[in-house]
């Protein structure tokens, strides 16, 4: 199918209360790790590229292998620029065939990532394009943190609801104590449900949750097999991830799980094989664990059988 809006698939998610997956991809075998196992289990998805994937790649690469293999399968699929920071970028993605994007302003002042996030708006809605912002400082908070520190860092739910109405984004990317990467949390993992529902009953709109890898010990456990020195490392559990779609999140990003994945499988295929150093046979298990990984996390988030 050809690529559809962001706006589309989610809003639908959010009334019916499921969340669709929102995978990074960088490269061919990703991005077909991804539309392979949407399209087996018949799941909408969004394909994302942030400004670094698109510096790697070329933004016309991005654009065209993601077309290409979306026409392929028959399920909704919405490519989306992650973290934009640039109106420039966001533009050239908006030209180029991006169906999504994503202002991330958020370390401005509130007045400065308002009437920024509304720009982008103003523009991207001229050509269907929707628009995802972002409030609050993504960061894991640890147990100790006080509530004036919590409150410094998350996101107002009163503020979030007037940013909704003075944006009129289409989602938005509230931070409730999530972190990108490998190490969320020291202790246990937390998110703050009280805050999303706030947030939840004062904007009205579907939610993204960042920061949304899982990292389960079979997955961490393999990575650590491999070589990689990510012992402490700590996600969000499905089980926190499945509350938060109760509570009005639609996109769940994740990126971290799927390089974990990646490149596990072709680290303990370069020390299993030295021999070999044919590309397509180190790549393409890369590519199957990455399937492996998001077929688990397209059935969590519920999204199977909704295309
Ligand atoms: O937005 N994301 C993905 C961030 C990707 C960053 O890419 P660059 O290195 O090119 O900047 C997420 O929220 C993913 O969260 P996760 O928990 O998977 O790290
Ligand atoms: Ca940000
Ligand atoms: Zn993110």
Known sequence: ???????????????EGYAIGAF??????????????????????IIQASEGAISYAGLSTIVSMARTLAGEVDIPVALHLDHGHKLETIRACIQAGFTSVM????HLPYTENAALTRQVVEIAHQSGVSVEAELGRL????????????????????????FVQETKVDSLAPAVGTSHGAF??????RLDLERLKKVKEKTGIPLVLHGASSIPADLLQ??????????????????????????????VNIDTDLRLGFVSAMRRILAEKPETFDLRKILGPARGKVAQIIADRIQALGCANRA
Not at 1 to 15: C, D, E, G, S, T
Not at 34 to 44: E, F, K, S, V
Not at 141 to 158: M, N, Q, Y
Request: aromatic share 2%.
């Open 1 to 15: 199918m050809p690529l559809v809006p962001a706006k589309n698939i989610l809003i639908k998610a959010y009334r």
């Open 24 to 45: 990074n991809f960088v490269n061919m075998e990703m991005l077909q790790a991804i539309l392979q196992t949407a399209n087996n289990l018949r799941a909408p998805v």
């Open 103 to 106: 202002i991330d302003a958020s």
């Open 139 to 162: 960061m894991g908070v640890e147990d100790t943190v006080s509530v004036a520190e919590r409150d410094a860092v998350l996101v107002d739910p009163e503020e979030a609801g007037r």
């Open 184 to 189: 969320k949390y020291k202790g246990a993992a």
């Open 222 to 251: 393999e990575a650590v097999d491999s070589g990689i020195p990510v012992g402490e490392a700590k996600g969000v559990p499905l089980e926190e991830v499945q509350k938060a779609i109760k509570l009005g999140v639609a996109k």
